[in-house]
């Protein structure tokens, strides 16, 4: 089945700067890989998503990037504000279906982001 | 429109209680899958409904741990026995269909065994 690692567990950056999350994947039939944002006390929510076909993909403040030979993929903050503290998840879906949640999500453990003042 | 929601929000019991955590998709959502995260870790998938049917139920810790989904909304998730190691939160997602479709997440149940 896919293994996804994550790093940092922690980021503290200060505000305005930006901050760099990454993700590697095991398995080289993975082709989904969406970034989720958790606030305390809610459920994650998706904040951008990449498939494996684009290298790229930007959204205003936010971009991810997907290196398949590498199997590796990265979230960008740029210009980061108070509001992007939050738990951020990285995950990856494989089209093996061979079981073990292949039609679910297989997520890294997070990385607690914060945005210092 | 409203999003995926869950019920309890927290849920404590004591060990070897039964719970059931409830699950409401978003209308027209075919697609429902329940997750499980613990105390400072990452999501871990249970199980995954594609309508009524379960094709996917290799997360499921164990037997103690049951789903199902009626009428292709609402699903129900069963904890038998609980035990302390089943406290974690609980959280439920649904996508249009299957493939690469946006999963969108509901609150979560927090859930304490004493």
């Known amino acids: ?117 | 429109g409203a999003g995926v929601s869950q019920s309890p929000s927290n849920k404590v019991t004591e060990k070897g209680k039964d719970v059931e955590l409830r699950c409401d998709p978003i209308s027209g959502h075919t697609a429902l899958y329940w997750y499980r995260q613990s105390l400072g870790q990452g999501l871990e998938f249970l199980i995954y409904f594609q309508g009524n049917s379960a094709p996917d139920k290799s997360g499921l810790p164990s037997d103690r741990f049951s789903a199902e989904r009626t009428g292709g909304s609402v699903s129900t998730l069963t904890i038998q026995r609980t035990q302390q190691e089943d406290s974690a939160v609980y959280l439920c997602a649904s996508s249009l269909g299957r493939g690469t479709d946006t999963q969108y997440f509901g609150p979560g149940t927090r859930l304490t065994v004493l």
């Open chain 1, 1 to 117: 089945g896919e293994n996804v690692e994550q790093h940092p567990s922690t980021l503290s950056v200060q505000e305005g700067d930006s901050a760099v999350i990454k993700c590697t994947y095991s398995d080289s039939a993975s082709n989904y890989f969406p970034w989720y944002k958790q606030e305390l006390g809610k459920g994650p929510q998706l904040i951008i998503d990449i498939r494996s076909n684009v290298g790229e993909k930007k959204d205003q403040r936010i971009a991810v990037t997907l290196n398949k030979t590498a199997k590796h993929f990265s979230l960008h903050i740029t210009e980061t504000q108070p509001e992007d503290s939050a738990v951020y998840f990285c995950a990856a879906r494989s089209q093996t279906y061979s079981g073990g949640g292949a039609d679910g999500l297989t997520f890294g453990k997070g990385t607690h982001l914060i945005i210092q003042p």
